[in-house]
């Protein structure tokens, strides 16, 4: 049986758009490469993205020559406004990326008419938001192309993964030409992610959690682990050797059986995401405005904090695991970002929001010790 024609059909039900549409890859911003790859993307083009991202996503933009444009993001929504993204646009302007961050998205509709008043491709970085809806319709069947991650902490997944949707037909033809390229994952990295996750299903217990976490990250920020970023991706514009890398068949099958308990899932993470922003905006703390709740459903919930490493320890000692995704405008890259083209001084609002988030999470069957954790911590909240 073929795994990857089951996932993608199973994925483009989910979506509600035909099987022919939905493309599969080792790891999202591999799909972003093919999308901006096929979209005829090089040298002397300019393609614009928030400047509250994955550094990946730049990268995919700089190892095709083309030049990444930053817009800083809206403090209400952590996306990025029609009007600071219009202000970006110019004749070298080929594309337009638009972020759902965390789960939400904002003024998709709007930045999309721009792209198609002025003949610009637009995709949707739906790496958070898979299955999550806007505006009553699925994430990311708006813009040209979308595309989706299932690496560990996504929606669903897969270990590692990436699907690209593309919405605009023009493209197709072009991006079944690149997918002849893709290279099979090598015996080595398909070894690794099948002991990654296994260790997940058999071993990821209450009682060992802490100890393998600590022990996954160690091991992937020394490359021993298929971790989320090699070091080369985060070092510099390094384009690793087998980027380009099509799905795996135990990637495949896992996701088959990770997407039925999706809507389960999101429906879990839609509830306790509407409880902590209820209890954020009770408490005069950094909250997400009412008008875009109904629309989404948080992969995890973002606050704000005075001291991030205080609160992370605190929240450690109290076993709740808060994720500290963000700390850069260019997660996880600190520093000089002149690199990637960004002048950290040129986006006030995702500098401060990266130096004060923490990710609460959004998938706990029992929310009390959280809900326990922030009234004792909420001095500590902005
Ligand atoms: C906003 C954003 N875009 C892109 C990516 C890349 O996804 P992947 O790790 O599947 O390549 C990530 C990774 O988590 C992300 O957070």
Redesign the pocket.
Known sequence: MNFNKEYCLLISKHLGVSENTIFTYW???VALYAALKAMGIGAGDEVILPAF??V??PNAVLYLGATPVYVDIDKETLCTSVSAVESKITSNTKCILI?NMLGLSSEVDEIIDITKKKGIYSIE?C??GFGGSYEGIRNGLKTDCAFY?T?WNKPFSTG???ILYVNNETLLPAIERLNKELKTPSIKNVMVLRSLLYARKYLLKNWSYWFLIRLYRRLSSLGLVVG?SSKQEIDGIHKPGGYFMGLSEVQAKTGVKALNNLDVILQKRKKNGNRLNDWMRDHSKYHIKEALLPNHSFLKFPALVKDRILFLKAAENHKIPMGDWFTSPLHPVKGDLSEWKLSVAEFPIACEISAQIVNLPTDLDDMGPLFDFLEKHKNELI
């Open positions: 790891k999202g911003r991202t994955c990946v996503v972020q970085d790496t958070h991650s690496q590692v993964g990436g989320s």
